[in-house]
Nanobody, 114 residues
């Protein structure tokens, strides 16, 4: 069973930064591509960034140049550095494998507002 614990969200002003972390089950993390997903109110969950087991990253166009995904395989932890945040980045952020498993964590709320 996959265990995923997200943290690091909060309230930030437009233009600000946050760093999200996700502690993941060791075996799942080491052998899978991982991703950060988000779900805004009234919208479907979307993949915003993913990273392969060897560190190759992909981003949705709306976050390219602003978000950076990384992974620490020794700590089985996934990160998302978010800079130049915009109000439209407001959402609950989740991590999961890519493609996603059926086990989702509680997510971490990111609110971008002045």
């Amino acid at each position: 069973q996959v265990q995923l614990v997200e943290s690091g969200g909060g309230l930030v002003q437009p233009g600000g930064s946050l760093r999200l972390s996700c502690a993941a089950s060791g075996s799942i993390f080491r052998f899978n591509a991982m991703g950060w997903y988000r779900q805004a109110p009234g919208k479907e969950r979307e993949l915003v960034a993913s990273i392969s087991t060897y560190g190759y990253a992909n981003y949705v166009d709306s976050v390219k140049g602003r978000f950076t995904i990384s992974r620490d395989n020794a700590k089985t932890t996934l990160y998302l550095q978010m800079n130049s945040l915009k109000p439209e980045d407001t959402a609950v952020y989740y991590c999961n494998t890519r493609p996603p498993s059926s086990s989702w964590g509680q997510g971490t709320q990111v609110t971008v507002s002045s």
